[in-house]
């Protein structure tokens, strides 16, 4: 949500306000999807990475103002916490060395930044939940001190009305309280962006849904949180946690949380906007002046301003959008399952695999959500989750018998949708030596059973093994993390533990 918004308080009449613009905004949509005008399909991709900043100790700073003043580049932005970064790449054209190009492009920010962050004892991680993160680091005064950040956290704690409650069962349990939306910020996230046409969208959102867990298991990157091992991808429980609005009263009538995987397979991107308004109350109800139904008969394309805004405050895993370029509507699939790192080549390697996968998926005459119940894709990704590479998920039969099996998520990787992947490629056209190294690399995290979160617990227990304590055998794991981030192999190619002194 990079609306700027001014900090202040709020009367009823402002909600009311704000949700009969949303409804003009609603209906401003439907128009503009009804009269066709949106932009022809140009294969249009972009790429944002969330990062942490920590020292050369392996522990959390919160200096991101002092590392973005020195940084100076508008690809970089605050995120929530003052141990937060966002770097944002230009969108690329889905097509010949693009997945080079991209690694190049961030490789040299990366190494930029980090250079930069170094001025202020500080460096660059990418990671989904840095592990030396403690329950002091993710309060409300370490929120970076932007205006939008003070308000929405005012907002969802007011509407919350007590403490968000974390509860979180996995290898060990994390019981904790926070006044505070804080907690969030220890989520750091790749976000994929597709543009689609509106026609193309809930074939392309349908599969992104579908293949979430897929992603999840070979991505997880986030086993650890306040010095406890809990789910291999802790991030979203800790997500949905962290910013639920509902006291369990609410929970229990069933009113749907602001962070969730979704309920249904969908027919139409107005689904989705239109489900916004219907579940989910405003938490920053700003008005501009646009009146966006007189801008459509005035032959103009309306900003819809409040419904994005009202969009960003909802988190789906695949997010709908709704963006304007050169005064031409699109729209895009924002893909926000995946955790941040661990290095370039991980990230472009999910990035290709996500692309190649949606395209084939989409381009189906039997499309897997007409034979994989919603239910089912909901209960993969909260395996894919708890256990990461070593995830069972339930995928349809080959053939036209029907049904559902149970798999590895490694052998159906390797069996059935890294060909699929590579034909998605083909289809947009990807040059073969960047779509065989990218997709080379999923194949051997599935073929050794290792990705980021695997890679961590192991070292940290051969920490713990070495005689350290918890809390110093994070910060040895961060530490060797960091190094290894910033040499670059992937990490199927890390080596366990620590290297002989």
């Given at each position: 949500m990079g609306e700027k918004v001014v900090a202040g308080a709020f009367a009823p009449s402002d909600r009311q306000a704000y949700r009969e613009k949303l409804t003009r905004c609603l209906a401003g949509l439907e128009r503009l999807l009804s009269e066709r005008r949106f932009d022809r399909p140009r294969n249009l991709m972009g790429l944002?990475?969330?990062?942490?900043?920590?020292?050369?100790?392996?522990?959390?700073?919160?200096?991101?103002?002092?590392?973005?003043?020195?940084?100076?580049?508008?690809?970089?932005?605050?995120?929530?916490?003052?141990?937060?970064?966002?770097?944002?790449?230009?969108p690329h054209r889905l097509s010949g060395r693009v997945f080079d190009q991209l690694a190049e492009e961030l490789r040299t920010g990366l190494a930029y930044a980090h250079r930069k962050a170094a001025e202020v004892d500080a460096g660059i991680v990418m990671i989904g939940i840095l592990p030396t993160l403690g329950r002091d680091d993710l309060v409300s005064a370490n929120l970076s001190d932007v205006d939008r950040y003070t308000l929405l956290n005012d907002q969802m704690a007011a509407a919350r009305g007590e403490e968000f409650t974390l509860d979180i069962?996995?290898?060990?349990?994390?019981?904790?309280?926070?006044?505070?939306?804080?907690?969030?910020?220890?989520?750091?996230?790749?976000q994929l962006h597709l543009q689609v046409t509106p026609d193309r969208f809930s074939d392309v959102w349908n599969a992104a849904q579908a293949i979430a867990s897929v992603q999840i298991a070979l991505?997880?990157?986030?086993?650890?949180?306040?010095?406890?091992?809990?789910?291999?991808?802790?991030?979203?429980?800790?997500?949905?946690?962290?910013?639920?609005?509902?006291?369990p009263e609410l929970r229990n009538q069933g009113v749907r949380p602001r962070t969730w995987f979704g309920e249904r397979w969908i027919g139409s991107a107005y689904e989705l906007f239109e489900e916004n308004l219907r579940y989910y109350p405003p938490l920053l109800p700003i008005c501009d002046?646009?009146?966006?139904?007189?801008?459509?008969?005035?032959?103009?394309?309306?900003a819809l301003a409040e419904l994005v805004l009202h969009n960003g405050t909802?988190?789906?895993?695949?997010?709908?959008?709704?963006?304007?370029?050169?005064?031409?509507?699109?729209l895009r699939v924002e893909n926000r399952v995946l955790p941040?790192?661990?290095?370039?080549?991980?990230?472009?390697?999910?990035?290709?695999?996500?692309?190649?996968?949606?395209?084939?998926?989409?381009?189906?005459?039997?499309?897997?959500w007409g034979r994989l119940p919603f239910e089912a894709a909901a209960e993969n990704f909260d395996t894919a989750c708890r256990h990461g590479i070593d995830a069972e998920l339930l995928w349809p039969?080959?053939?036209?018998?029907?049904?559902?099996?149970?798999?590895?998520?490694?052998k159906l990787v390797r069996d059935e949708l890294l060909p699929l992947a590579a034909a998605g490629l083909d289809a947009w056209n990807i040059e073969p030596s960047d779509r065989d190294r990218y997709l080379g690399v999923i194949e051997e995290r599935c073929r050794l059973r290792?990705?980021?979160?695997?890679?961590?617990?192991?070292?940290?227990?051969?920490?713990?093994?070495?005689?350290?304590?918890?809390?110093?055998?994070?910060?040895?794991?961060?530490?060797?993390?960091?190094?290894?981030?910033?040499?670059?192999?992937?990490?199927?190619?890390?080596?366990?533990?620590?290297?002989?002194?």
């Open positions: 944002e990475i969330e990062l942490n900043l920590a020292g050369s100790d392996g522990m959390p700073r919160m200096r991101n103002a002092e590392v973005l003043q020195r940084i100076a580049s508008r690809d970089f932005q605050t995120e929530l916490g003052m141990f937060n970064l966002e770097v944002n790449i230009l069962e996995g290898v060990e349990r994390l019981v904790s309280t926070s006044s505070s939306i804080a907690p969030e910020s220890a989520c750091t996230s790749v991505g997880a990157n986030s086993p650890f949180l306040f010095g406890k091992e809990l789910w291999r991808e802790s991030r979203p429980p800790l997500f949905q946690q962290a910013t639920d609005v509902r006291p002046d646009e009146d966006p139904l007189r801008v459509l008969d005035e032959g103009g394309v309306p909802v988190y789906r895993w695949n997010r709908p959008v709704y963006g304007l370029a050169d005064g031409v509507p699109h941040a790192g661990p290095t370039v080549v991980d990230v472009i390697a999910n990035a290709a695999f996500y692309y190649g996968l949606v395209r084939a998926l989409a381009d189906e005459s039997r499309p897997v039969r080959p053939g036209r018998s029907g049904g559902v099996a149970k798999v590895p998520a490694v290792v990705n980021g979160a695997s890679w961590q617990v192991d070292t940290y227990h051969r920490a713990l093994d070495a005689g350290l304590e918890r809390e110093g055998a994070l910060a040895a794991t961060t530490r060797r993390y960091g190094e290894l981030m910033q040499a670059g192999e992937p990490v199927h190619t890390w080596p366990v533990g620590f290297p002989a002194p």
